[in-house]
C-alpha cells in the first residue's frame, strides 16, 4: 500500500499530494451548471463574463507552481465576482456564476473558504428548489479535502433533478467518487453502469485515471492484507473493514480490536473482530468475531466437516443476512467457561455467495479525509492507503462466520449480530 501524508493546513493541495495524475483532468464544477440564457444582457456584464468563462479552465483546479502566469485568469475571476458582488437584483444564475469564481478564486487564496460558504447558504436560503448550486459546492468541497460532505451535495443535486443530467455533471460526479477512493464506483458512473462503451465515454482522460486504480482479482494470486481489506471511517458512529476483492463490508467502532490478515492460494482471507467488552457481574468478558472467505476454486466441503466435527453442535437452522442465506450451527460446550459465564457458546455459520457483474460496488465506502486525523492536535499528519481497489473475484465465495461467546451472554451477543448484520454487505 502507498500512504501519503496530509494535515488541515495543506488544504487545497491534498489532492496534489494523493493524485497528482489529477491535477490535468479539468473537471471541477463545470460552467454547464449555469444556464446562460438567464444572465443579464449588459455590455460590460457579457464582458466580464466572457473574460472568466475564457479563463476558467486554466484556474478551475490549484497549480500553484505557475500561479504567476495565471494573474490575468485570476483577475478575470475577481473582476467578475467584484461586479457580481455589488449587483443587488442578481438572478439565480448570476449567483451562480458568482459562485463559480469564488470557487476558483478559492484555489489560490485570494477568498476564504468562509465566503464560498457564506454565498451557497444564501443560494440555499433564497433558492431551496434550485439544485444547480448544490453541484458547484459539492464539487468544490470535494476538491478541498472536505469528500463525503461534497459527495453528497452532488447526491443532492441527483435526487432534485427531475429530468436531463449533464455528462458534465456525470464527470463531475464520477471524478469526486474517484476523490473520496472508490474506483469502482466512478467507472460505474462514467459508464452509465456499463451500459456506455469505453470508447465512447467522452473525458477519456478521466477513464483512464479510473481504470488505473482499478485491478483485476484472481484467486490464483497472494494479497496482503492491505491489498485485500480496507477502512474507512464514516458520518456516523461506525468505521467499516471492506473488501471489494471478497465483496465484503462490516461495521464496527474504532476502540474494537480488529485483526486483517492476507490471502494466498493455500490460506483464506481472515478478519478477526472483537467487539467490547461486556459487563457481567462486575467483570469484563470478551467475544469474538472470525471471518474467513474462500474463493470456490480453494474451498471442499472437508473445510466445514472437519470443523463441524470438532464442534459440540446443539443445533441447525437457515438464516439470512443481509440478503445471504448461511446455515447456522449452534455449539455449546459446558466444559469450558465454567464460571459466572455459564459454558461456552459458538455460532458458526456457513454461506456461499455468488457475484453478478455489479458485486463489490456496495462494498466500497468513501473517505472522508476530515475524520480520518490522528492526535488531538489538527496539525498532526495523518496516513491514508491509496491502493487501487480490487475487483471482485468473479467466482462463488465461502464465508465461514464463527462468534465465540458465552451463555450468560446470549441476549448481548444476539442483539449486538442483529446490529452488526443489519449494516453488514455480503456479495
Not at 493546513?9 to 446562460?36: E, Q, V, Y
Not at 492536535?377 to 468473479?394: D, F, H, I, W
Request: negative net charge; hydrophobic residues 35%.
Amino acid at each position: 500500500m502507498t500512504f501519503f501524508c496530509y494535515n488541515k493546513g495543506m488544504k487545497k493541495i491534498t489532492f496534489i499530494l494523493l493524485f497528482t495524475i489529477l491535477l490535468f483532468t479539468r473537471l471541477f464544477a463545470s460552467p454547464a451548471a449555469i444556464n446562460f440564457d438567464n444572465l443579464s444582457d449588459k455590455k460590460k456584464f457579457n464582458d466580464l463574463t466572457l473574460d472568466f468563462v475564457n479563463a476558467y479552465d486554466s484556474i478551475s483546479y490549484p497549480d500553484f507552481e505557475h500561479a504567476d502566469s495565471k494573474k490575468e485568469d485570476l483577475q478575470a475571476a475577481k473582476k467578475l465576482h467584484n461586479y457580481l458582488k455589488k449587483q443587488k437584483k442578481a438572478n439565480y444564475d448570476e449567483k451562480l456564476l458568482d459562485l463559480l469564481a469564488l470557487r476558483c478564486l478559492y484555489n489560490y487564496d485570494w477568498v476564504t473558504f468562509a465566503e464560498v460558504e457564506k454565498l451557497f447558504t444564501q443560494l440555499e436560503e433564497d433558492y431551496p428548489d434550485k439544485p444547480e448550486h448544490h453541484w458547484i459546492y459539492g464539487n468544490f468541497l470535494a476538491s478541498s479535502s472536505k469528500t463525503l460532505e461534497g459527495k453528497k451535495q452532488l447526491e443532492q443535486y441527483m435526487e432534485m433533478k427531475d429530468y436531463y443530467i449533464s455528462n458534465f455533471f456525470i464527470q463531475d460526479y464520477a471524478y469526486c467518487q474517484l476523490l473520496c477512493m472508490m474506483p469502482l464506483n466512478a467507472y460505474y458512473t462514467i459508464t452509465n453502469g456499463g451500459t456506455i462503451p469505453e470508447d465512447q465515454i467522452p473525458n477519456q482522460q478521466l477513464l483512464s485515471i479510473i481504470k488505473g486504480k482499478i485491478k483485476d482479482s484472481s484467486s490464483d494470486q497472494n494479497y496482503t492484507s492491505g491489498e485485500v481489506w480496507k477502512i474507512s471511517k464514516t458520518d456516523d458512529e461506525w468505521i467499516y473493514v471492506y473488501s471489494t476483492m471478497l465483496g465484503f463490508k462490516f461495521p464496527c467502532k474504532g476502540n474494537w480490536n480488529l485483526t486483517l490478515e492476507s490471502f494466498s492460494e493455500t490460506t483464506p482471507a481472515f478478519c478477526i473482530l472483537k467487539p467490547n467488552d461486556f459487563n457481567l457481574e462486575g467483570n469484563t468478558i470478551s467475544i469474538s468475531l472470525l471471518f474467513m472467505v474462500y474463493p470456490e476454486s480453494h474451498y471442499n466441503e472437508a473445510i466445514k466437516d472437519n470443523m463441524l466435527q470438532s464442534m459440540p453442535v446443539i443445533g441447525k437452522e437457515n438464516v439470512t443476512i443481509a440478503k445471504q442465506v448461511f446455515e447456522k450451527y449452534s455449539c455449546e460446550d459446558l466444559t469450558k467457561y465454567q464460571d459466572i459465564r455459564k459454558g461456552a457458546r459458538t455460532y458458526i455459520y456457513f454461506g456461499k455467495i455468488t457475484p453478478d457483474v455489479y458485486s463489490g460496488l456496495r462494498c466500497e465506502c468513501p473517505v472522508d479525509f476530515t475524520k480520518m486525523e490522528k492526535g488531538e492536535n489538527a496539525s498532526n499528519p495523518s496516513y491514508y492507503a491509496t491502493s487501487p481497489a480490487q475487483k471482485r473475484l468473479e467466482e462463488p465465495l465461502y464465508m465461514i462466520m464463527l462468534v465465540d461467546t458465552c451463555n450468560a451472554l446470549l441476549e448481548e451477543t444476539d442483539a449486538l449480530l442483529e446490529e452488526l448484520f443489519s449494516k453488514a454487505v455480503f456479495e
